[in-house]
């Protein structure tokens, strides 16, 4: 009975020490599994992480289409054709300008609102971008959330330019003639709600004339009717209209801007002309659709940016009095929705709509 009860303890304590041991041995398996997954989690998580980075790295790995909401010879056109071409060097991939003109350039920037948040589709506006809201009823997307900004690229005002047959050859003569005549003028814009449209309104309001509007599908046409003499004038980009102008074909009255141009600096303003306080300038930028990666939109707006500021480039656009920015994509934002605000109240005030 002493040799059993001898024996029973000395089992219990053999399996006591055996279940410790197999405690001991599973907590440390526990612990090396943990270790293991964790560092599996982390090799995992770099593992994708270099994917991500290798991606944003590659791009661009096939061409970009720059949309342009207007058509072919318009200021937007004549800043895009330079910068385009200098990316495709330094990108070695083609830059393909999609030209989709009309109703104010929201045709466009409809498209790009669908396309694909990857970069590889992108739109250059106006400032018509930041009209439209006030301009249209209502717009298939919005003005700010659809879209992440790259890169506010030129500045330029506009200038007012008379068909040879108009009976004016200054600012105030052609003041004058409008009040003496009213409905007689036609101005022409690049489309409804355009800049162009809009700064002739807001002439007519401050300077208390009547003048009919006559919109086309861009400033291209637009200029096209101003040499035919089939309108009488317009308030248009200096880019497009300089060329008439040195040439005698157009009648420069007056740039619209808060200084005169140094490509035309016999040519006084607006403000000077008899309407003080009158102002106002174009900008010209590039969207991506909203969701496009952070990594993708800095390096769009490297891209173009570089491309703009390149000596060869730059010397081309200022030649016809664009004014080269390139801004970070935070400040086209705040761009965008200060001038929501500013040409909502100048739309408010002048009355123009397009239903």
Known sequence: MIKHTAAKHHW???????????????DIMKTTFNQLRHRMLRAGVLAFGLVLSAGAQAFPDKPITLLIPYPPG????????PIAAQMQKTMKQP???????????????AQLARSKPDGYTVLMVLAAHAINPSMYKSLPYDTEKDFAPVS????????????????????QELIDYARA??????????????????????????????????????????????????????????????????????KGLAVTGTKRSAVLPDVPTVAESGVPGFSVNGWYGILAPAGTPQEVVTQLNKAFNDAAQTPAVKQQLTQYGYEIEGSTPQHFADLITTEIKKWKTAVDQSGARVE
């Open 95 to 109: 830059v393909v300008l999609e030209y989709r003109p009309g109703a104010g350039g929201t045709i466009a920037t």
């Open 152 to 171: 506010v690229l030129a500045t330029l005002p506009m200038l007012v330019t008379a068909a040879k047959q108009t009976p004016a050859n200054t600012t």
């Open 12 to 26: 219990q304590a053999s399996l006591a020490w055996h279940q410790e041991q197999y405690k001991i041995q599973g």
């Open 74 to 81: 318009g200021s937007a056109d004549m800043l895009a054709r």
């Open 181 to 250: 005549n009213p409905d007689k003028l036609t101005f022409a814009s690049a489309g409804n709600g355009n800049t162009s449209h809009l700064a002739a309104e807001l002439f007519k309001s401050a300077t208390n004339t009547k003048m009919i509007h006559v919109p086309y599908k861009g400033s291209g046409p637009a200029v096209v009717a101003m040499l035919s003499g089939e309108v009488s004038l317009m308030f248009d980009s200096i880019s497009t209209s300089l060329p008439h102008v040195k040439a005698g074909k157009l």
